[in-house]
């Protein structure tokens, strides 16, 4: 069964740290586009950032731009997004999907899609 798991999320500090993972099962990530997204109480899901199948090259929101860094381990078929100098605004469920051999993350055409982890960042 193809899956994508997230995991890593809970309650943090402003100012503090988090790592998230997405574990793929039934499938290899390397051909693969991974994007974490994100959907916060009464708000649309919104793209956080973006790992592309080859090269490795990424993109990020700007409102997580030098805060935040998406990056994969092939060999443990597990993409990462670090999480740092969290704000209350950064608050979420963080969804990681797979989209086959992509440059890009469209929030609509992504292949694969986790169930998500919840991420609170409050004092």
């Known amino acids: 069964q193809l899956q994508l798991v997230e995991s890593g999320g809970g309650l943090v500090q402003p100012g503090g740290s988090l790592r998230l993972s997405c574990a793929a099962s039934?499938?290899?990530?390397?051909?693969?586009?991974i994007g974490w997204f994100r959907q916060a109480p009464g708000k649309e899901r919104e793209g956080v950032s973006c790992i592309r199948s080859s090269g490795g090259s990424t993109n990020y929101a700007g409102s997580v731009k030098g805060r935040f860094a998406i990056s994969r381990d092939n060999a443990k078929n597990t993409v990462y997004l670090q999480m740092n100098s969290l704000k209350p605004e950064d608050t979420a469920v963080y969804y990681c999907?797979?989209?086959?051999?992509?440059?890009?993350?469209?929030?609509?055409?992504?292949?694969?899609w986790g169930k998500g982890t919840l991420v609170t960042v409050s004092s």
């Open positions: 999907a797979a989209k086959r051999f992509s440059s890009y993350c469209p929030e609509n055409g992504m292949d694969y």
């Open positions: 039934g499938f290899t990530l390397d051909y693969y586009a």
